[in-house]
């Protein structure tokens, strides 16, 4: 599944942002066109892919976010949103109107949401509206960027607006000439053990969770995995990538910790298949024989059996030699 | 060649005095769909009937009624989307053709979502329009190389079609045959049952001397020999439209707009050669 | 096969630049009588040959200004002095279609006509009408006559011949042809008297003209059928196909030109250009004309060339020395190459094989069986 950033304007500005850099990059204003969403429509159908994603920035601020989605379920195309909730009352409403009775299955939101202790008062009001309307068909997401997080707030909101039992953690990783907040290498055991720390109030609420890309598997010791492959509902992977970002001026790139690397028109490619090898060779380039992030990563036999793919890219990338 | 077919608004006079013939009938409104289908269909053929609206696609009432009925709309505009939206399962369960004008720069984006929707749709240049030759362009390229299956675009789907025969007498292809105003296969009767070779003629009086009962004598007729005569004009006089590579196409009918560009060259060279490059030929 | 050069006029309507017919100004229409007899000639020679067939080619001057009683009278005598042999008569006519009619296109049908070879010329004033060669007036009546042939499913080529005013634009006058017909052919203009309006092209600039339209051409070839790109590349790359009698070799014994007094010669050419007579067909059979002793000259010209000026020349297979006329208006004898194999060569080495990435070797004819056969294929209409 690739994803489609319709804008790249913010509603809010967290400290381990990892598209920031890359929307600081560009020009805020851009947006993504009509036609160009017609077009990305017509290489992922073609190349029998039947499910977006679309994110920003905040995809609710284009003007056609509710007509884009519409427009793309016609075509018969699963739709995933990541938004961070935070949306004016107009366009709550237009959106509430035209998509809230949308089966959960055609049409899935991904809330992101930082903890309301270490956001504004009001910000956390906007969510919440979100969350009252959207429930059925949102899951929640959770950046990780220092060791010391929570989720028990988390697993709150999901039982007071019955939200669909699942969070969603990403890893905030390093971006290459950036200055962003993410997780050190050497956070990684202690924040393991936080998270197994979750594991029975996650497991009494039936709340599952998925990781995303750049967690790796030694940091776990075997009971916890066997802990994870249980919260994770059997789809436990430690991977990178590519994830395949398209932006609104049809560039793409990788990944956005990538994203200042080689960054390709999406013209210059025929097929998504086309696309995700191409940045799955870049990765392999970018990593050469480190494979990854710890040392012992080179001779490590999960690695050779493709169960841990050694950590974030990002991590490994020496930034002097890509900057373009 | 077969007989021509006839273009007409309602009247149940002028469709009541024929047999077997197939019809295109031209109306303003919805008002009598069905009952102009049942009514030409009694002695005739319906090959489609023609609404022309001035307004936005969104703004209609489309009926469940109309699926047996082949409709031809013209419209201002798509209007707004949302309303739209909330019509496209029905709008794809009749059999309907969406005609834009593309004065409006805004029809070529709303062609683009119709089409890749799967609703078949068509774009109307008007009289003497000066033409933005690249969004046009942007729009054959689209229907032409778009990477996944959408509806047909008129006039391209019939140019396209047409230009892949090898016809050596009809080695041209004249795309208004689309829009029912092509003088080999259309003939117009007005209400007080004039006859004419085109909308045009219609619209300036210029009416066949023929009567009713003797429409498809009309190829024998002075003014059928001016149209034919008019496209080998270019060429008597060495006209630029006589050596250019999109004449079959376009039979200079833009010629009126290369004072101020060659846009058209560039359009309808490309149109005309989609044959090799669709064929894939060297 | 014979093909017959029949030219019963050599009045005509236009007044073309280029035309060595027309210079002439004869105004002689060849008379009932005469025709009787060539048919008579021609019913003696298919009954002595029942493998022969015959090509009969109606060239002018104007032929339709023979009007359609003439042609009524070829129907009627033709009946007549050949009851058993008319169906291996096959009818082929060149007109300028200035007066094409109805009624002439009613009795070329009965003649068993059924395509037409023509010429025009995008330049203006190149073909004309009147001392000025007006050519509005003759365009316009020439596209009635198109006109005509389409409403009648006739199907007809072109020949464009190439001179100095069209080399500036080569594509403009591909493309003017290609919109108007789907078969034409593109002809080095000649001069074998003076060239008065400084029309003559070099045999580079003939080569250079059709390099800027082959690649077009190429990409076309399924919807044009252009001479002489499509026998060169039907012949190099698909190895089959026909090459125009100037570049077959075999013209020795296959064509016969009849002029409006019964003066034959051997081709269309020689005839406009008054060289090699073979006597009048009032004094001799056609089987005696077709076998003229100055024919086995021509034939041996084959054998002559490959061994001396042609020798060695890879290009022999698709040139085979060229046309013995162009030779003999230099040489004053027809032993001897045509200095008009230069186009051809520089065509071929500098458009044909880059673009195609292919290399000729045809120094023989042998491996190319295919390459003997000659030459105006019937069902392609451009007759030279
Ligand atoms: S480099 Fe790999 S792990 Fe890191 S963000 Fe990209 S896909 Fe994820
Ligand atoms: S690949 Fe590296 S990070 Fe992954 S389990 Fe092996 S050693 Fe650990
Ligand atoms: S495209 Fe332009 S130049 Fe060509 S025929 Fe049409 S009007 Fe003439
Ligand atoms: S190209 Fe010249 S040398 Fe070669 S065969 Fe022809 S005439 Fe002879």
Same mark, same amino acid.
């Given at each position: 599944?690739?994803?489609?950033?319709?804008?790249?304007?913010?509603?809010? &500005?967290?400290?381990?942002?990892?598209?920031?850099?890359?929307?600081?990059?560009? &020009?805020?204003?851009?947006?993504?066109?009509?036609?160009?969403?017609?077009?990305?429509?017509?290489?992922?159908?073609?190349?029998?892919?039947?499910?977006?994603?679309?994110?920003?920035?905040?995809?609710?601020?284009?003007?056609?976010?509710?007509?884009?989605?519409?427009?793309?379920?016609?075509?018969?195309?699963?739709?995933?949103?990541?938004?961070?909730?935070?949306?004016?009352?107009?366009?709550?409403?237009?959106?509430?109107?035209?998509?809230? *009775?949308?089966?959960?299955?055609?049409?899935?939101?991904?809330?992101?949401?930082?903890?309301?202790?270490?956001?504004?008062?009001?910000?956390?009001?906007? $969510? !919440?509206?979100?969350?009252?309307?959207?429930?059925?068909?949102?899951?929640?997401?959770?950046?990780?960027?220092? &060791?010391?997080?929570?989720?028990?707030?988390?697993?709150?909101?999901?039982?007071?607006?019955?939200?669909?039992?699942?969070?969603?953690?990403?890893?905030?990783?390093?971006?290459?000439?950036?200055?962003?907040?993410?997780?050190?290498?050497?956070?990684?055991?202690?924040?393991?053990?936080?998270?197994?720390?979750?594991?029975?109030?996650?497991?009494?609420?039936?709340?599952?969770?998925?990781?995303?890309?750049?967690?790796?598997?030694?940091?776990?010791?075997? *009971?916890?995995?066997?802990?994870?492959?249980?919260?994770?509902?059997?789809?436990?992977?430690?991977?990178?990538?590519?994830?395949?970002?398209?932006?609104?001026?049809?560039? $793409?790139?990788?990944?956005?910790?990538? &994203?200042?690397?080689?960054?390709?028109?999406?013209?210059?490619?025929?097929?998504?298949?086309?696309?995700?090898?191409?940045?799955?060779?870049?990765?392999?380039?970018?990593?050469?024989? !480190?494979?990854?992030?710890?040392?012992?990563?080179?001779?490590?036999?999960?690695?050779?059996?493709?169960?841990?793919?050694?950590?974030? *890219?990002?991590?490994?990338?020496?930034? !002097?030699?890509?900057? $373009? | 060649?077969?007989?021509?077919?006839?273009?007409?608004?309602?009247?149940?006079?002028?469709?009541?005095?024929?047999?077997?013939?197939?019809? #295109?009938?031209? #109306?303003?409104?919805?008002?009598?769909?069905?009952?102009?289908?049942?009514?030409?269909?009694?002695?005739?053929?319906?090959?489609?009937?023609?609404?022309?609206?001035?307004?936005?696609?969104?703004?209609?009432?489309?009926?469940?009624?109309?699926?047996?009925?082949?409709?031809?709309?013209?419209?201002?505009?798509?209007?707004?989307?949302?309303?739209?939206?909330?019509?496209?399962?029905?709008?794809?369960?009749?059999?309907?053709?969406?005609?834009?004008?593309?004065?409006?720069?805004?029809?070529?984006?709303?062609?683009?979502?119709?089409?890749?929707?799967?609703?078949?749709?068509?774009?109307?240049?008007?009289?003497?329009?000066?033409?933005?030759?690249?969004?046009? +362009?942007?729009?054959?390229?689209?229907?032409?190389?778009?990477?996944?299956?959408?509806?047909?675009?008129?006039?391209?789907?019939?140019?396209?079609?047409?230009?892949?025969?090898?016809?050596?007498?009809?080695?041209?292809?004249?795309?208004?045959?689309?829009?029912?105003?092509?003088?080999?296969?259309?003939?117009?009767?007005?209400?007080?049952?004039?006859?004419?070779?085109?909308?045009?003629?219609?619209?300036?009086?210029?009416?066949?001397?023929?009567?009713?009962?003797?429409?498809?004598?009309?190829?024998?007729?002075?003014?059928?020999?001016?149209?034919?005569?008019?496209?080998?004009?270019?060429?008597?006089?060495?006209?630029?439209?006589?050596?250019?590579?999109?004449?079959?196409?376009?039979?200079?009918?833009? +010629?009126?707009?290369?004072?101020?560009?060659?846009?058209?060259?560039?359009?309808?060279?490309?149109?005309?050669? +989609?044959?090799?490059?669709?064929?894939?030929?060297? | 096969?014979?093909?017959?050069?029949?030219?019963?006029?050599?009045?005509?309507?236009?007044?073309?630049?280029? %035309?060595?017919?027309?210079?002439?100004?004869?105004?002689?229409?060849?008379?009932?009588?005469?025709?009787?007899?060539?048919?008579?000639?021609?019913?003696?020679?298919?009954?002595?040959?029942?493998?022969?067939?015959?090509?009969?080619?109606?060239?002018?001057?104007?032929?339709?200004?023979?009007?359609?009683?003439?042609?009524?009278?070829?129907?009627?005598?033709?009946?007549?002095?050949?009851?058993?042999?008319?169906?291996?008569?096959?009818?082929?006519?060149?007109?300028?279609?200035?007066?094409?009619?109805?009624?002439?296109?009613?009795?070329?049908?009965?003649?068993?006509?059924?395509?037409? @070879?023509?010429?025009?010329?995008?330049?203006?004033?190149?073909?004309?009408?009147?001392?000025?060669?007006?050519?509005?007036?003759?365009?316009?009546?020439?596209?009635?006559?198109?006109?005509?042939?389409?409403?009648?499913?006739?199907?007809?080529?072109?020949?464009?011949?190439?001179?100095?005013?069209?080399?500036?634009?080569?594509?403009?006058?591909?493309?003017?042809?290609?919109?108007?017909?789907?078969?034409?052919?593109?002809?080095?203009?000649?001069?074998?008297?003076?060239?008065?309006?400084?029309?003559?092209?070099?045999?580079?600039?003939?080569?250079?003209?059709? @390099?800027?339209?082959?690649?077009?051409?190429?990409?076309?070839?399924?919807?044009?059928?252009?001479?002489?790109?499509?026998?060169?590349?039907?012949?190099?790359?698909?190895?089959?196909?026909?090459?125009?009698?100037?570049?077959?070799?075999?013209?020795?014994?296959?064509?016969?030109?009849?002029?409006?007094?019964?003066? =034959?010669?051997?081709?269309?050419?020689? @005839?406009?250009?008054?060289?090699?007579?073979?006597?009048?067909?009032?004094?001799?059979?056609?089987?005696?004309?077709?076998?003229?002793?100055?024919?086995?000259?021509?034939?041996?010209?084959?054998?002559?060339?490959?061994?001396?000026? %042609?020798?060695?020349?890879?290009?022999?297979?698709?040139?085979?020395?060229?046309?013995?006329?162009?030779?003999?208006?230099?040489?004053?004898?027809?032993?001897?190459?045509?200095?008009? %194999?230069?186009?051809?060569?520089?065509?071929?080495?500098?458009?044909?094989?880059?673009?195609?990435?292919?290399?000729?070797?045809? =120094?023989?004819?042998?491996?190319? =069986?295919?390459?003997?056969?000659? =030459?105006?294929?019937?069902?392609?209409?451009?007759?030279?």
């Amino acid at each position: 599944m690739a994803n489609v950033l319709l804008t790249e304007k913010c509603v809010r &500005s967290c400290p381990y942002c990892f598209a920031k850099e890359y929307m600081t990059n560009s &020009s805020v204003e851009e947006i993504l066109k009509w036609e160009d969403l017609i077009y990305i429509a017509d290489l992922f159908e073609s190349s029998n892919e039947k499910h977006i994603s679309l994110l920003g920035g905040e995809p609710s601020l284009h003007p056609n976010f509710t007509e884009f989605i519409l427009y793309l379920l016609k075509r018969n195309f699963h739709v995933n949103v990541f938004t961070s909730g935070i949306m004016s009352e107009k366009i709550l409403l237009k959106a509430k109107e035209n998509l809230r *009775t949308i089966d959960p299955e055609q049409l899935s939101f991904v809330c992101n949401i930082n903890n309301p202790k270490d956001s504004l008062k009001n910000e956390f009001q906007k $969510v !919440k509206k979100f969350l009252k309307v959207f429930n059925k068909q949102t899951s929640t997401s959770f950046n990780i960027y220092k &060791s010391d997080f929570d989720l028990n707030f988390l697993i709150d909101i999901i039982k007071e607006y019955q939200l669909k039992p699942h969070i969603r953690l990403g890893l905030a990783h390093p971006i290459p000439g950036a200055n962003n907040f993410f997780l050190k290498i050497n956070e990684f055991k202690v924040f393991a053990k936080r998270l197994m720390s979750f594991f029975n109030n996650l497991e009494n609420n039936e709340i599952s969770i998925g990781l995303d890309c750049g967690f790796v598997m030694c940091i776990f010791s075997d *009971t916890q995995l066997g802990k994870l492959f249980k919260l994770t509902n059997n789809r436990l992977g430690f991977s990178c990538g590519p994830a395949i970002d398209f932006g609104p001026d049809m560039s $793409v790139w990788s990944c956005f910790p990538l &994203s200042n690397i080689h960054k390709k028109s999406i013209y210059d490619f025929n097929s998504l298949k086309e696309i995700y090898d191409f940045y799955f060779n870049m990765n392999k380039e970018i990593r050469g024989d !480190k494979i990854g992030i710890l040392k012992k990563c080179s001779s490590c036999s999960f690695n050779k059996r493709n169960l841990c793919a050694g950590g974030c *890219t990002a991590h490994l990338v020496d930034i !002097k030699n890509f900057i $373009v | 060649m077969d007989k021509y077919i006839i273009v007409s608004p309602y009247s149940t006079t002028v469709i009541d005095k024929f047999r077997e013939r197939q019809f #295109v009938i031209l #109306v303003n409104d919805f008002d009598n769909i069905n009952e102009i289908l049942e009514c030409v269909n009694r002695n005739n053929f319906l090959v489609s009937i023609q609404v022309n609206l001035n307004s936005s696609l969104s703004s209609i009432d489309f009926n469940e009624k109309w699926d047996n009925v082949p409709l031809r709309i013209v419209v201002s505009d798509l209007g707004d989307y949302l309303t739209f939206h909330k019509k496209i399962d029905l709008i794809r369960k009749l059999n309907i053709l969406f005609y834009f004008p593309i004065n409006k720069i805004d029809n070529f984006l709303n062609i683009q979502i119709l089409s890749s929707l799967g609703i078949n749709c068509g774009f109307i240049i008007s009289d003497g329009q000066l033409l933005d030759w690249g969004k046009l +362009s942007e729009l054959l390229y689209y229907y032409m190389y778009s990477k996944s299956k959408h509806s047909i675009i008129e006039p391209f789907d019939y140019i396209i079609q047409n230009n892949n025969k090898n016809d050596i007498f009809n080695n041209f292809v004249d795309y208004n045959n689309v829009y029912f105003n092509d003088p080999d296969y259309y003939i117009h009767i007005d209400s007080e049952q004039n006859i004419s070779l085109s909308f045009e003629n219609s619209k300036r009086n210029i009416f066949l001397d023929i009567g009713i009962d003797n429409i498809d004598s009309a190829k024998e007729t002075k003014q059928y020999k001016n149209i034919i005569e008019d496209r080998h004009k270019h060429f008597i006089i060495n006209h630029p439209c006589s050596y250019c590579p999109g004449w079959r196409i376009c039979l200079g009918k833009f +010629s009126y707009c290369l004072r101020s560009s060659n846009g058209c060259i560039e359009f309808f060279t490309e149109l005309f050669n +989609s044959k090799y490059i669709l064929n894939n030929i060297l | 096969m014979t093909t017959i050069i029949f030219k019963a006029i050599e009045k005509c309507i236009a007044n073309c630049v280029y %035309c060595e017919v027309i210079k002439r100004k004869q105004n002689i229409v060849m008379s009932y009588e005469l025709l009787e007899i060539i048919f008579d000639r021609i019913n003696e020679f298919l009954e002595a040959n029942p493998q022969e067939n015959i090509d009969f080619t109606w060239h002018g001057g104007e032929i339709t200004m023979l009007g359609v009683d003439y042609f009524n009278k070829v129907l009627e005598i033709q009946e007549k002095c050949c009851k058993n042999t008319k169906i291996r008569i096959k009818h082929l006519a060149q007109s300028n279609l200035l007066k094409i009619s109805q009624e002439i296109i009613d009795v070329f049908n009965k003649l068993g006509i059924t395509s037409i @070879g023509s010429s025009y010329d995008p330049i203006s004033n190149i073909r004309g009408l009147g001392k000025n060669r007006n050519s509005l007036k003759y365009n316009t009546l020439f596209f009635h006559g198109i006109e005509l042939l389409n409403k009648n499913k006739i199907p007809f080529g072109i020949i464009n011949v190439v001179h100095k005013k069209q080399l500036e634009n080569p594509l403009s006058i591909y493309y003017f042809l290609s919109n108007m017909v789907d078969n034409f052919a593109f002809n080095k203009v000649y001069f074998f008297s003076e060239d008065r309006y400084g029309l003559n092209v070099t045999q580079e600039e003939y080569a250079d003209f059709l @390099g800027a339209i082959f690649p077009i051409w190429l990409k076309q070839r399924d919807r044009y059928h252009v001479r002489p790109f499509e026998s060169f590349y039907d012949i190099i790359i698909k190895n089959k196909g026909d090459l125009v009698c100037e570049n077959a070799g075999l013209c020795a014994y296959r064509w016969l030109y009849i002029g409006p007094e019964g003066n =034959t010669s051997h081709c269309g050419r020689s @005839g406009d250009n008054e060289m090699l007579s073979y006597g009048n067909i009032k004094k001799r059979k056609l089987n005696d004309i077709l076998h003229d002793t100055q024919r086995s000259q021509i034939e041996k010209r084959q054998d002559v060339l490959i061994s001396t000026e %042609c020798k060695g020349c890879r290009f022999w297979g698709l040139c085979h020395g060229g046309c013995m006329i162009d030779a003999y208006d230099i040489h004053h004898d027809f032993i001897h190459k045509s200095p008009n %194999c230069e186009w051809l060569k520089i065509f071929i080495e500098k458009y044909f094989e880059p673009i195609l990435n292919v290399k000729l070797d045809l =120094t023989s004819d042998k491996e190319y =069986t295919n390459l003997m056969r000659c =030459t105006t294929n019937k069902n392609k209409i451009i007759c030279e």
